[in-house]
């Protein structure tokens, strides 16, 4: 039976304010990209959702960003490639220390936002990524767009990677995601969305925004944990992967 990874990015909760239903996703997934306090998380959050990972049997992994909390990450700024370097170790290192705590392991890291973003069009800042993993644990998985040059980054680091494909975003021809600025970025229509994840687990295919098909080749699907009716969706998504013919199981190379 042909295998495919489905993440969340969650624990983007942050001291008394609330974000996603973290709760309702975590059945009908099998990894999950934790927040590591730049974009949003904080340290009992962090341990909160790891411990929710350990119960549900779900594979963990560090989702870092630009220092952007007011921002949610997912504004693009100007950063040198060391910073980037020397900042995705540092949050990598803080939820390492909390699932060390925990009796449990990290398993994979996806950058998030305008870092995911940037660095799926920009070698150096992929690169830098790609290092700051290697150095921290060569044994852990860097997910990146699928197409992308994080994924290469990953490879030439000698990295095993992830390559991803979105459930609910819309792509541009060359492969990139739609600019969440304009109209029609997000799919809100959770059946155009759970079709458009079946078909890129199923046919390695997706439409872009100007209606030509392109290939999407991906070992995992992202669902967003933030967007409305999560967990419907979700649970949703995971009946129809498996009524497609998928097991739904998070790749078994961990640190």
């Not at 060390?100 to 305008?114: F, S």
Request: hydrophobic share 45%; glycine share 10%.
């Amino acid at each position: 039976m042909n295998r495919i990874d489905l993440n969340a990015d969650i624990g983007e909760s942050f001291g008394a304010w609330k974000m996603g239903d973290d709760a309702g996703v975590m059945p009908w997934i099998s990894s999950a990209n934790i927040a590591c306090g730049f974009h949003a998380g904080d340290p009992s959050i962090m341990r909160t959702t790891i411990l929710s990972c350990v119960q549900h049997g779900v594979a963990i992994g560090a989702h870092p960003s630009l220092p952007d909390l007011q921002g949610f990450g997912r504004r693009e700024m100007k950063i040198a490639p060391d910073e980037v370097y020397v900042q995705t170790l540092y949050q990598i290192g803080a939820l390492h220390a909390l699932t060390h705590a925990a009796g449990t392991q990290l398993h994979h890291v996806k950058p998030h936002g305008a870092l995911y973003n940037m660095a799926a069009r920009d070698r150096a800042l992929a690169e830098a990524i790609a290092r700051a993993v290697r150095d921290f644990n060569p044994r852990l998985i860097l997910v990146g767009l699928a197409r992308g040059a994080l994924v290469d980054a990953g490879r030439d680091a000698g990295l095993a990677v992830q390559r991803e494909g979105f459930c609910d975003r819309r792509y541009q021809p060359d492969g990139s995601l739609t600019p969440r600025a304009r109209a029609g970025a997000v799919i809100e229509d959770i059946d155009l969305a759970v079709a458009q994840a079946v078909s890129i687990a199923t046919r390695g295919e997706a439409v872009a925004d100007n209606g030509t098909t392109i290939r999407i080749e991906a070992d995992t699907l992202c669902v967003h944990g933030d967007r409305a009716n999560a967990a419907a969706f979700a649970e949703r998504l995971h009946h129809a992967l498996e009524q497609a013919g998928l097991h739904i199981a998070a790749t078994g190379h961990a640190a």
